[in-house]
C-alpha cells in the first residue's frame, strides 16, 4: 500500500494539486456555537438513516402476489396484492418525507458553510461539516441499495394502478368522523405522484441534493463558495484515505464514497465542470484510490463497489468537449 500511495503523487498530481485542509473528516466534533443546528439535523437526517436504509435492504417485493392478481384478477387475489403493496408505499412515504426533510436542512448547513470564507468556517464548524459529509455518503449508500430493488417501482405502479380504480386505504377522516372517500382518493393520488416522480430517477437522493443545491446556490449566488466547500471536503477525503497506512475498511469506504458525491456535485455545480482543466479537483489520482479499493479490505459486496459507475454515469460534464480526452478515457475505462 506504501509503494502505491508514494506513486499517486499527491503534492502534485497529474491535473490539480491536492491541498492541505485543516479539517480532520474522522474525529471532528461539534463546538457549542455549531452545537444546537448540529443536533436539529442531526436528529432528522443522521439518525433515521440506518432505518432507512435496513428498509430497502430488507425490502420484501409483492411482484409474485401483483402477477397472480393481474393473470387473476379475482377479490381475493386483488385483495392479496393490495394488502401487501401496502407496507411498500408506507416506506415510500418514509424515503420521500425524508427527501424532503433533506431539502429543508441542506441549504441550512450550506449556509453555515458558504457564508464568506470557506476554509475558516470548515475549520470553525468541524461538526456540520461532518454533518455533511454524512449525508452525502447516506446519499451513495440509499441509492445504491434502491438501484438493486428494482420491483420497487413496480409494486408502487400497482398500488397507482389501483389507486385509478377507486381503491384507497382510507386512513383520512372528515372533522365528523365519518370516512370522505372522494377526500381520501384526492390525497392520495396526489402524493402517490409526488412519490412516483420521486423514485422514477434511478438516483433519487441525488438528484434532490443535486437539485436543492444547485437551488441555493442560484438563489444566493455563492457558486464558489458552494465549489470551495465541495474542493475541500474531496481534498479531506482523498488525503484521509491516502495518507493512512491502517485505516479501518469502513472508514476507507466512507471517505472515498464522500469523496465521489462531492465530484459529482461539483460537477453539478460549477460551470465548467470537475473534469475540465482548470478544476481544482484531481480526476487522475481520484480515479487511481478509487482502483486501489481491495487495497483499504473494502468487502467486495461493499456499495464502495459502486464508485467508478456512479462517477461515470452521474456526472454532467465528462463527455463535454473540454473534458481532456487523458481523464474522459480514464473514468470510461475504469
Known amino acids: 500500500m506504501g509503494q502505491f500511495l508514494s506513486n499517486l503523487n499527491i503534492r502534485n498530481g497529474t491535473d490539480a494539486m491536492v491541498p492541505d485542509v485543516a479539517f480532520d473528516i474522522e474525529n471532528a466534533t461539534p463546538n457549542d456555537e455549531e452545537l444546537f443546528l448540529y443536533n ?11 432505518e432507512l436504509l435496513n428498509q430497502l435492504k430488507n425490502y420484501q417485493s409483492a411482484s409474485d402476489l401483483i402477477r397472480a392478481a393481474i393473470a387473476s ?12 403493496v401496502l407496507p411498500i408505499v408506507d416506506k415510500l412515504r418514509d424515503f420521500y418525507e425524508y427527501a424532503a426533510e433533506l431539502e429543508d436542512c441542506l441549504p441550512q448547513l450550506l449556509s453555515m458553510l458558504c457564508s464568506g470564507d470557506v476554509n475558516k468556517n470548515l475549520e470553525k464548524y468541524q461538526g456540520l461539516t461532518k454533518l455533511l459529509a454524512e449525508i452525502l455518503d447516506f446519499v451513495f449508500e440509499f441509492d445504491y441499495l434502491k438501484m438493486r430493488n428494482a420491483s420497487l417501482q413496480n409494486d408502487f405502479s400497482y398500488y397507482r394502478r389501483m389507486l385509478q380504480r377507486g381503491r384507497y386505504s382510507n386512513k383520512n377522516t372528515d372533522d365528523d368522523g365519518q370516512q370522505s372517500d372522494l377526500r381520501n382518493a384526492m390525497i392520495e393520488d396526489e402524493q402517490a405522484n409526488r ?17 436543492t443545491t444547485a437551488n441555493y446556490v442560484l438563489k444566493h449566488s455563492v457558486q464558489k463558495s458552494v465549489c470551495d466547500c465541495l474542493t475541500a471536503i474531496w481534498a479531506s477525503c482523498f488525503l484521509a484515505v491516502s495518507k493512512k497506512r491502517n485505516q479501518r475498511p469502513e472508514t476507507a469506504a466512507f471517505c472515498l464514497k464522500v469523496m465521489v458525491v462531492s465530484i459529482i456535485l461539483y460537477d453539478h455545480i460549477d460551470p465548467h465542470g470537475a473534469f475540465s482543466k482548470q478544476s481544482p479537483i484531481n480526476i487522475k489520482n481520484s480515479v487511481k484510490l478509487i482502483q486501489a479499493i481491495n487495497v483499504f479490505n473494502i468487502p467486495q459486496n461493499s456499495s464502495a463497489s459502486n464508485l467508478m459507475p456512479a462517477l461515470r454515469y452521474n456526472s454532467k460534464h465528462l463527455n463535454d468537449d473540454s473534458t481532456p480526452k487523458g481523464v474522459k478515457n480514464l473514468v470510461m475505462a475504469t
Open 73 to 84: 384478477p379475482t377479490p381475493e387475489n386483488e385483495n392479496r396484492a393490495w394488502e401487501a
Open 40 to 50: 436539529q439535523i442531526s436528529s432528522m437526517l443522521v439518525q433515521p438513516a440506518p
Open 195 to 211: 412519490i412516483s416522480l420521486f423514485i422514477a430517477y434511478p438516483t433519487p437522493m441525488l438528484k434532490c441534493v443535486i437539485d
